[in-house]
């Protein structure tokens, strides 16, 4: 009988990471999550998605380990990637065979506040994270990019043969950072790597700074929406259900090294991760608008520093590699945000850190 392969989801108790652990419970991995849970927005949401998981709140506030009392082979790990030697000895224990790193330091505007929030997180937590992956030698590791890391770049859709040598936000930066590492830990030590660039990612359990739930928070409250670029801004919206998709199909297609590339041999391969079809934020409001049956306030602004007038994704390299294209259409991703939402928000107020 063969050996249930074990898999690390780190950044598990948020958006995009939550989705991904419940997608793999219901397949053959033993799946442990890995947050540290911090004040970055409430809480309580991350708490609230770690319970949909199957673990209760009293434990993760008392225990570094816990499993959920209905599967054994469920784990949540509470640990700080800056901690390195607990890290090193969590790959030790668990012996890893394959690691999807979503944990990090988000927000383009936070990155102009607390800088030094995404040294921490995102370089020198992704530095140990990759030391882990070395250590311990993994099948294949997969990493979270960004969109951001495209900067102002003029030639659309972005493709994965752009140069991305100038982001325009100190998180940007931190994350073009994340795939030179990782190229050079591919290249040196053979570690297969994927990195995943994600395109404005949306639907339920989203993050309280992100466009979708800030909007339909604002048009539910009555507030005011501010809309940068005197809203002529255009994003590239990607249901987190075909990120799940996406991210499981290239969790089992570890790359190999490729002798007749001119640019790197390393096992190491980018993919942008969108819908290949930007709209433009105001079609958001009125899909929002229209199923909350709320008309919103909104006040057009300039550019704010470090943001972007458009994102769009190609992403035929991910089709060429998995078969897949997303294909979730904004109004039915709208809908069953607002199902969750109406459900889980409107009853559970979520507030952002101060």
């Given at each position: 009988m063969n050996k249930k392969k074990r898999i690390l989801v780190t950044g598990s108790a948020g958006f995009i990471g939550h989705h991904v652990v419940m997608a793999l419970q219901e397949t053959k991995f033993d799946v442990v999550g890995l947050d540290v849970i911090n004040d970055y927005y409430d809480p309580a949401l991350k708490y609230d998605r770690l319970k949909a998981q199957g673990f209760e709140k009293s434990l993760i506030d008392y225990n570094t380990c816990i499993r959920s009392a209905d599967n054994a082979s469920r784990h949540f790990i509470l640990l700080n990637l800056t901690d390195k030697s607990a890290l090193e000895h969590l790959f030790q224990e668990q012996q890893f065979d394959l690691v999807v790193h979503l944990a990090a330091q988000a927000g383009v505007l936070y990155s102009l506040e607390n800088p030094m929030a995404y040294v921490?997180?995102?370089?020198?937590?992704?530095?140990?994270?990759?030391?882990?992956?070395?250590?311990?030698?993994?099948?294949?590791?997969?990493?979270?990019?960004?969109?951001?890391?495209?900067?102002?770049?003029?030639?659309?859709?972005?493709?994965?043969?752009?140069?991305?040598?100038?982001?325009?936000?100190?998180?940007?930066?931190t994350k073009k950072a994340n795939e030179v590492m990782a190229h050079s830990y591919a290249h040196l030590y053979g570690i297969p790597t994927t990195g995943m660039r994600f395109f404005t990612v949306y639907g339920p359990w989203g993050r309280p700074d992100m466009a979708c739930l800030q909007?339909?928070?604002?048009?539910?409250?009555?507030?005011?929406?501010?809309?940068?670029?005197?809203?002529?801004?255009?994003?590239?919206?990607?249901?987190?259900?075909?990120?799940?998709?996406?991210?499981?199909?290239?969790?089992?297609?570890?790359?190999?090294?490729?002798?007749?590339?001119?640019?790197?041999?390393?096992?190491?391969?980018?993919?942008?991760?969108?819908?290949?079809?930007?709209?433009?934020?105001?079609?958001?409001?009125?899909?929002?608008?229209?199923?909350?049956?709320?008309?919103?306030?909104?006040?057009?602004?300039?550019?704010?520093?470090?943001?972007?007038?458009?994102?769009?994704?190609?992403?035929?390299?991910?089709?060429?590699?998995t078969g897949y294209r997303p294909r979730t259409s904004l109004e039915e991703g709208i809908g069953k945000f607002l199902d969750w939402f109406e459900a889980y928000y409107l009853a559970h107020p979520i507030t952002k850190a101060a």
């Open positions: 921490e997180s995102n370089l020198v937590g992704f530095a140990n994270i990759l030391e882990a992956c070395r250590k311990y030698p993994v099948k294949h590791f997969l990493f979270a990019s960004s969109s951001s890391v495209y900067g102002q770049h003029l030639e659309v859709p972005f493709s994965i043969s752009h140069q991305t040598d100038h982001p325009i936000s100190f998180y940007a930066a909007f339909a928070r604002s048009i539910a409250e009555g507030s005011t929406i501010r809309l940068y670029n005197q809203g002529n801004m255009w994003r590239d919206f990607t249901f987190i259900d075909d990120v799940v998709t996406a991210v499981t199909k290239l969790l089992i297609r570890a790359p190999k090294v490729n002798r007749k590339n001119r640019v790197s041999e390393a096992p190491y391969r980018l993919y942008n991760i969108g819908h290949n079809q930007p709209v433009q934020l105001l079609e958001m409001v009125a899909l929002l608008e229209r199923g909350l049956h709320k008309k919103a306030s909104i006040d057009l602004l300039p550019m704010q520093p470090g943001d972007v007038p458009v994102t769009y994704a190609d992403v035929e390299a991910l089709v060429t590699a």
